[in-house]
């Protein structure tokens, strides 16, 4: 028994607590964000002398206070694909355990947030709203000349992250140590089914695009 508790480590964590410290630690990265880096832009200077600020702080509460329903749909649709993976392959894991996992991996994302805030506010000199929404750190975006990309490029290149792979890979990682099965089949559940619908997904997008 304490050689089960001991291999699955903070998969053993309480669901609740962790899912509202990641949705605190969001709201932090968020709040600093808009405050030091995005409101420090010219745009908003325009905006701010002119009295039109009063719709961007609305847009700006609204995202602050939706943080936990957007996670609450991704983690849901993330973990049911990943969960009829497992089924797909014979793994005994609960709903319950897969959410867990997707909520877990999911921390991974508040590295480039934090990164992104550190690259404005401490190397990137002149910068403007463009040039925020157009970055993320270690992703393909960054390989190309953003002033001449086609729009509809954007996501999908900033989608297609260092990031992103290891989230691939904490996936596996999870379901893995919750299964206590073979890493091998663990890597053919996530690539096969969360792994594959969101390269079908960029795809799309790319496509649908206008």
């Not at 509460?61 to 694909?81: D, G, H, M």
């Not at 992703?139 to 509809?152: G, P, Q, R, V, Y």
């Amino acid at each position: 028994m304490n050689q089960e508790v001991k291999d699955k480590g903070i998969y053993d964590t309480n669901t609740w607590a962790f899912f509202l410290m990641l949705c605190l630690a969001t709201l932090t990265l968020l709040v600093v964000k808009k405050t030091f880096v995005e409101n420090e832009t010219t745009a908003f200077e325009i905006l701010d002398q002119r009295g039109e600020m009063g719709m961007f702080h609305a847009i700006n509460a609204l995202q602050y206070l939706t943080i936990p329903v957007v996670y609450l749909f991704k983690f849901t649709i993330i973990s049911f694909t990943i969960w009829m993976g497992c089924f797909m392959f014979g793994y005994r894991i609960t709903y319950a355990q897969t959410w867990k996992v997707v909520m877990i991996s999911e921390a991974i994302f508040l590295i480039p947030e934090f990164l992104k805030i550190c690259w404005f506010l401490f190397v990137f000199g002149d910068y403007n709203i463009f040039d925020i929404r157009a970055f993320y750190p270690f992703s393909l975006i960054n390989l190309f000349d953003t002033e001449t990309l086609a729009a509809k490029a954007f996501y999908p290149l900033k989608a297609l992250n260092i990031f992103e792979v290891a989230y691939w890979f904490i996936l596996v990682y999870g379901i893995h140590t919750v299964a206590q099965k073979k890493k091998n089949i663990a890597y053919a559940i996530v690539f096969s089914s969360y792994v594959l619908f969101f390269l079908l997904w960029l795809g799309f997008y790319v496509l649908i695009y206008k």
